[in-house]
């Protein structure tokens, strides 16, 4: 059963999903403590939806409230299609800015890996594009 992308039910489907992921456990991110934001630039009456990870858990996904996140990533919802998709990879993605990003990129490069495994999270998550 699929649920609607970008919807309060999906980012929490995403946070047990990441939650629950044995490749993030074993990127060590132990030390990984951040916020980050998602929105679709295409869909500006669609609320952003953010997760906050603490110690490599993620303990808060949901709406966007008054917290300023470490990070942004927003794109198309044609793009967040082929991403999700994995008609792009995340790596390429960045690099093309077909997937726009804001924030620390010392930190988004020192944990790329985790990164990508969390694009693929995102992507695990049957959706509903219809929005």
């Keep these: 059963m699929s649920v609607l992308f970008m919807s309060e039910d999906w980012i ?11 490749q993030i456990i074993q990127q060590d991110l132990r030390n990984f403590t951040a916020s980050w934001e998602y929105y679709i630039e295409d869909r500006p009456n669609l609320p952003h939806l953010m997760m906050v990870c603490e110690k490599g858990k993620i303990v ?6 008054e917290r300023i996140c470490d990070f942004e990533m927003w794109t198309s919802l044609e793009n967040w299609k082929k991403i999700l998709n994995k008609e792009i ?20 490069l020192k944990y790329m890996k985790a990164f990508e495994i969390h694009l693929n999270i995102l992507g695990e998550i049957e959706a509903d594009f219809n929005i």
């Design 12 to 22: 929490k489907l995403v946070a047990n999903q990441w939650n629950t992921n044995n």
């Design 60 to 65: 808060f996904a949901g709406k966007k409230d």
């Design 89 to 108: 990879s995340p790596k390429m993605a960045l690099m093309s800015r077909k997937l726009k990003f804001k924030g620390s990129m010392m930190t988004a």
